[in-house]
């Protein structure tokens, strides 16, 4: 009997043990640092967001955000990447409209399923799109460009981030809704691509207002914005729907995605976070003056974010069988 009542007591205490570290171990998330996969390479519009998030939320985490950029394809390979990643709260991808919207429009064979396959965690603010042209350009304005384009179907050079990158896909639908073709140069990401736009090896190229503000000057000048009106940042610029192409309007959406079946405590952690950091309203601020549209709280919520990117899905469905925009 006292060894029956030994071993009960031994079973009991070690149940208490384990009941007692389960929620500290529930509670242990972020225990290492975690990485955001960036699918473009350093220096974009992509990964600059991402990286200025990623620092904010990590300080609200209490641990580091590495960003991995896992460059090509337009996106998708870094996506494919995320969707394999073991759903254990450490691998998280950053996606944008393009190959988590648009791709499935794009790609007859995916590798990965935007809503099917990861959980939605919070979108970050909208980011409108400038129309950039080199400083020596021939066109003073997006008119004269549309004008030229119009008579000379191809011969206009559009650079890109990439097959399938926000900026190709935005080109690609103000063609069509300008009633002109061009020609899409894909590089590896944007900086590349700015990089060949400023030498005057392409024409023109579409960038966010982020990114493109530091450029412009010497160097390059914005003759449109994808925005309803003209925005304070971008003095004398016109909006090209406004003006130029009348009814074209967009912005870059993003958001943090985690691989499907990621815990649902950790998502909300890290939504939580984000919120958290947000509420620094000086650098909220520094996001409006750079052209970033800042949504309603609940606009970036997990599941306002999953519904959004279904709707994402089948809009960009339209907009590419409309637009004849495709991959394969």
Do not use: C
């Not at 384990?18 to 972020?30: F, K, M």
């Not at 890109?160 to 069509?176: C, D, K, P």
């Not at 090209?240 to 950790?266: C, H, M, Q, S």
């Not at 970033?292 to 069988?321: G, N, S």
């Amino acid at each position: 009997m006292n060894a029956l009542k030994k071993t009960a007591t031994a079973l009991a205490l070690a149940a208490g043990t384990l009941a007692l570290h389960a929620p500290a171990q529930a509670q242990a998330w972020p225990a290492r640092p975690i990485t955001w996969i960036v699918p473009f390479a350093a220096g974009g519009p992509t990964d600059a967001l991402a990286r200025d998030i990623a620092d904010r939320t990590g300080k609200q985490l209490g641990q580091t955000i590495l960003i991995d950029n896992a460059a090509g394809a337009g996106g998708t390979i870094g996506s494919a990447k995320a969707a394999r990643a073991a759903p254990d709260g450490y691998t998280f991808l950053v996606g944008h409209m393009g190959y988590m919207g648009a791709a499935p429009a794009l790609y007859k064979k995916l590798s990965y399923d935007p809503v099917k396959d990861f959980e939605a965690v919070f979108r970050f603010p909208d980011t409108p799109l400038v129309l950039l042209v080199p400083t020596n350009s021939p066109y003073k304005n997006a008119e004269e460009l549309v004008a030229f384009g119009k008579k000379n179907p191809g011969r206009l050079n559009f650079s890109n981030a990439g097959v399938g990158s926000t900026s190709h896909l935005v080109a690609a639908l103000f063609a069509s809704k300008a009633g002109m073709q061009i020609t899409s140069v894909a590089y590896k990401g944007a900086a590349p691509a700015m990089n060949d736009l400023i030498a005057g090896q392409v024409d023109a190229m579409f960038d966010q207002t982020n990114t493109a503000l530091p450029q412009i000057g010497p160097r390059l000048k914005a003759i449109g914005l994808t925005s309803d009106k003209e925005m304070a940042q971008f003095p004398g610029v016109p909006a090209l729907g406004a003006k130029v192409v009348p009814g074209f309007e967009t912005a870059t959406w993003y958001g943090i995605y985690a691989p499907r079946n990621t815990p649902k405590d950790v998502v909300e952690k890290m939504h939580q976070a984000y919120l958290k950091a947000l509420d620094d309203k000086a650098w909220t601020q520094k996001m409006a003056a750079q052209g970033i549209r800042l949504l309603p709280v609940a606009d970036y919520a997990p599941a306002a974010f999953a519904r959004h990117t279904a709707a994402e899905v089948e809009r960009w469905k339209k907009v590419a069988a409309e637009a004849n925009i495709s991959v394969e």
